[in-house]
């Protein structure tokens, strides 16, 4: 694409206004709301979300994960904490999550600080996998440098099924200070509400766009 075209590209949005009126008390409710209305219309993994990371020494680091669960203390995923991410992430507990919506005119943002589940939870969550992708949690050194696909698929296939969790495997909770509810408007007039947490109340704000 040449540079030209590439400065032209642009979705003008013409969703209805999202007021403070709109939103649930609780973003938590008013985070299911949307879920639940993305998978109704109809897309892709819904539950994709970017999961942004930085090293201790400000470094940082994006890509895609896919939320488990969630409730008002914050949203799980689950990984292997050797990867990039999971280093990261034990250098600099904090994280932002990003779930892209635009089929909907919508993105949710999300600012907060990264905790470990119990033993217990991950194991739970570990379970709950399909059997193929236990033995590929088993079998995949994340992030590091491998020698080829045949490789990784002899050490998967050396996996038993019934093989347990690894230690290094597990689940982590972004528990928000922030999550920002993004609805695209005309001439990039954009609603933005955001819940922030102050002390241990949550207030709704509007912000710029």
Request: glycine share 6%; hydrophobic share 40%.
């Amino acid at each position: 694409m040449d540079p030209d075209a590439l400065a032209r590209l642009r979705q003008d949005y013409d969703a209805p206004p999202l007021t403070e009126s709109d939103l649930a008390p609780e973003w938590d409710v008013q985070f299911a709301r949307w879920l639940d209305e993305a998978a109704e219309f109809g897309l892709a993994e819904p539950n994709a979300m970017i999961l942004a990371t930085a090293a201790g020494d400000g470094r940082p680091g994006a890509r895609t994960v896919l939320l488990r669960s969630f409730d008002a203390t914050g949203f799980v995923f689950n990984t292997n904490r050797r990867s990039r991410k999971g280093r990261e992430i034990e250098s600099n507990p904090r994280a932002a999550l990003v779930f892209p919506w635009f089929a909907m005119q919508r993105q949710v943002v999300v600012d907060g600080v990264v905790e470990s589940l119990s033993g217990e939870e991950s194991d739970a969550s570990f379970a709950l996998r399909p059997a193929g992708a236990r033995r590929s949690a088993v079998a995949s050194p994340q992030s590091e440098v491998i020698p080829s696909r045949a490789w990784l698929e002899q050490a998967r296939d050396a996996v038993p099924e019934d093989a347990p969790r690894p230690e290094h495997w597990g689940g982590l909770r972004v528990v928000p200070d922030a999550v920002e509810f993004w609805h695209g408007r005309r001439d990039r007039l954009h609603d933005r509400l955001r819940y922030r947490r102050e002390d241990t109340a949550w207030v709704i704000e509007r912000l710029g766009p």
